[in-house]
């Protein structure tokens, strides 16, 4: 249960406490937003539902927004949009405004040039997964560097139309007819493709034993293996790819983590620029009276503290749950922060309430993408703290909520969503307004630095960067957590398994020798490090072990006295395997271990006899 879930309704406060709020502040702030919200030119009205005007937490409707250019042209960042899959053929001026230079875009260039100083043709795969920009970079390289495509024949699986009687497959085999085994092709090419249809014609080329070398050299691509597999590659020189599967969005430093690409991306569509029409719409809405909870969304989020923690709080999302979110589905997920549904599902609505704020959509919209689901776990609201206990009770007595809510947010002179804030206020939602300004400071706040996530964070930079110190405090929670995972009757002593219930345990010693993998630890020479995978390999003795985010937060509540129950130790299986190796290492090396009476707490010590001459397994003796 959250924690907001026990906080009192407003039927529960005293009807006393009710009077005074409402002597208080309740006529003349509600008089202020009608007055405000009626005073806005108003465009001709269209009926609509009563819906939304009777939410509990929704003020007077103010203009309809059917007529609103930002909401057209705001859908453009949403997946099910035309215009988010860039045709290689064309790219506008705002496509072009929105560009951003990655790394990838320079490599693609350099394979390109070198491409055309050869004079046999070469095959060129720009391969990745949906959504991660290879379309988008093929129409900007033809629009702003068309020398660079001259004399290539261009194919882009992911917006080239099939024949109807001819699988994708097909229509790929026939494309890349000029360089199967034998055939003498007359013109380069570029092929754009996701990494699963070139799995599957690769299988079928491999099951008709047919595109031999094309084969070979996507075997030494190993892109359809994990970082495990791979070994060192091999090169074909009329075969060459760029692979936008390997991209990562964020990267890691001494400072902690960051998306230089998603900033930038949010930035170019918040920010104030000639060239950008999302922003030109709203200014225009603005202009003409049209004024809704988007267009105060999209007000928050040129906030640069919110683009900043919005940002980190997606990263961590995608670390904590090892996700791909990619070009299109961050986006995608933009829009969703900014638009709320039942905006979305009758643009005649102005959405004013606090559930359609930013911060809440942010942390509560579940059902709208897998993003936004595991967005929910980073909620404030389910972590328990002495602040949030603060700020829940002073709502429910404090004099004037209005001043105190501003001073909670550091906001002396406009507070965000001031008018569906006072709305609240003088209707008596505090539960929704305790809510709101929770999530608030979470965007307006920077993140602690010895929370769990900064921690491990620390931890990753200082793995791949040799940092020794960092490490040796990691092993000791790890070693602690070792003598807690199952219990310990004394120094050096873990039990073997779970078996409480029973009348005796056993134990036995272990001897500890901190391991990491050497091929990456310490493996980074530059000052951020762009981390292959989302966990750090370590152990002890000769047994290593994934510990990722989700592991290392169960990890730190058992440090700190969680005892987890059999179903908890099922789940981290990776812990639990490594746990195992060290009991059984201990049961082959030692000849000695413990016996414990649960009842009594007697313990016996258990050992092999020297003798070898003895009839009896072990020798027992009380200690």
């Known amino acids: 249960m959250r924690k907001y879930d026990l906080l009192p309704s407003i039927e529960e406060i005293s009807i006393d406490e009710k009077i005074t709020k409402s002597q208080q502040q309740t006529n003349p702030i509600l008089d202020e937003v009608a007055a405000t919200l009626v005073e806005a030119p108003m465009p001709p009205r269209v009926k609509q539902s009563h819906e939304e005007d009777d939410h509990p937490t929704a003020p007077v409707q103010s203009t309809p927004n059917m007529n609103s250019s930002f909401l057209r042209k705001i859908k453009i960042l949403q997946k099910s949009s035309t215009e988010t899959v860039v045709h290689a053929n064309t790219f506008g001026s705002f496509q072009n405004y929105m560009h951003i230079t990655r790394p990838i875009e320079k490599e693609t260039i350099e394979k390109l040039e070198f491409i055309k100083t050869c004079t046999t043709p070469q095959l060129m795969f720009i391969c990745g997964s949906v959504g991660d920009g290879k379309s988008h970079l093929l129409a900007y390289l033809k629009q702003n560097r068309p020398e660079l495509l001259e004399g ?72 359809f293996e994990t970082e495990a597999e791979k070994t060192t590659k091999t090169t074909l020189n009329y075969f060459h790819a760029v692979d936008f599967s390997k991209v990562k969005y964020y990267r890691i430093d001494q400072s902690g983590v960051s998306s230089p690409f998603y900033l930038e991306a949010l930035y170019k569509i918040t920010a104030p620029h000639p060239a950008n029409e999302i922003y030109n719409a709203w200014k225009q809405d603005l202009d003409n009276g049209i004024h809704t909870i988007v267009h105060e969304n999209f007000e928050m989020l040129m906030n640069k503290q919110v683009q900043k923690r919005v940002v980190e ?9 090892k996700m791909i979110v990619s070009t299109r589905s961050f986006y995608n997920f933009i829009f969703d922060i900014i638009v709320p549904s039942s905006v979305l599902i009758n643009p005649n609505r102005t959405g004013f309430s606090i ?35 603060e700020i829940i009770t002073n709502i429910f007595i404090h004099a004037d909520v209005f001043t105190y809510v501003k001073e909670l947010l550091n906001n002396e002179e406009k507070l965000m969503f001031e008018k569906v804030m006072k709305y ?38 200082s793995y791949y960067k040799g940092g020794y110190e960092a490490l040796e405090e990691l092993f000791i929670i790890i070693e602690q957590v070792l003598f807690k995972w199952k219990g310990s009757p004394r120094d050096n002593f873990i039990y073997v398994s779970n078996e409480a219930q029973k009348d005796y345990r056993l134990a036995v010693p272990v001897d500890l020798e901190p391991k990491v993998d050497e091929d990456v630890f310490d493996s980074m020479d530059s000052d951020f ?55 059984r290492e201990a049961e082959e090396k030692e000849n000695r271990f413990l016996l414990v009476h649960l009842q009594s707490n007697a313990h016996f010590e258990v050992t092999k006899p020297r003798s070898k001459f003895t009839k009896n397994k072990y020798e027992v003796r009380k200690v």
């Open 529 to 583: 490090i762009e981390a292959s995978e989302y966990f750090l390999t370590l152990g002890f003795n000769e047994y290593l072990f994934e510990l990722d985010l989700r592991l290392f937060e169960f990890l730190i509540l058992v440090k700190n006295g969680y005892c987890p129950n059999l179903t908890e130790i099922n789940q981290a299986i990776q812990f639990e395997e490594f746990y195992n190796k060290l009991v």
């Open 355 to 389: 559930q359609n704020t930013l911060p809440n959509l942010l942390f509560e919209s579940i059902d709208r993408s897998d993003v936004l689901l595991s967005m929910t776990e980073l909620d404030p609201l389910n972590s328990k703290g002495m602040l949030e206990d």
């Open 152 to 223: 290539f024949y261009i194919h882009n699986d992911a917006t080239e139309s099939y024949s109807r009687t001819k699988s994708a497959e097909e229509t790929l085999e026939q494309i890349l007819q000029p360089f199967a085994d034998g055939m003498s092709p007359t013109k380069h090419m570029i092929v754009a493709i996701n990494i699963g249809k070139l799995h599957n014609f690769y299988i079928r080329q491999a099951e008709a034993n047919r595109f031999n070398a094309l084969r070979q050299y996507i075997d030494s691509l190993q892109i």
């Open 313 to 321: 709080k997606l990263v961590q999302t995608i670390i904590r749950n």
């Open 424 to 461: 609240a206020i003088a209707k008596g939602f505090y539960k929704e307004i305790a809510k709101y300004i929770i999530r608030s400071k979470e965007l307006l706040e920077d993140e602690q630095s010895d929370s769990i996530y900064s921690k491990f964070i620390q931890y990753i930079y």
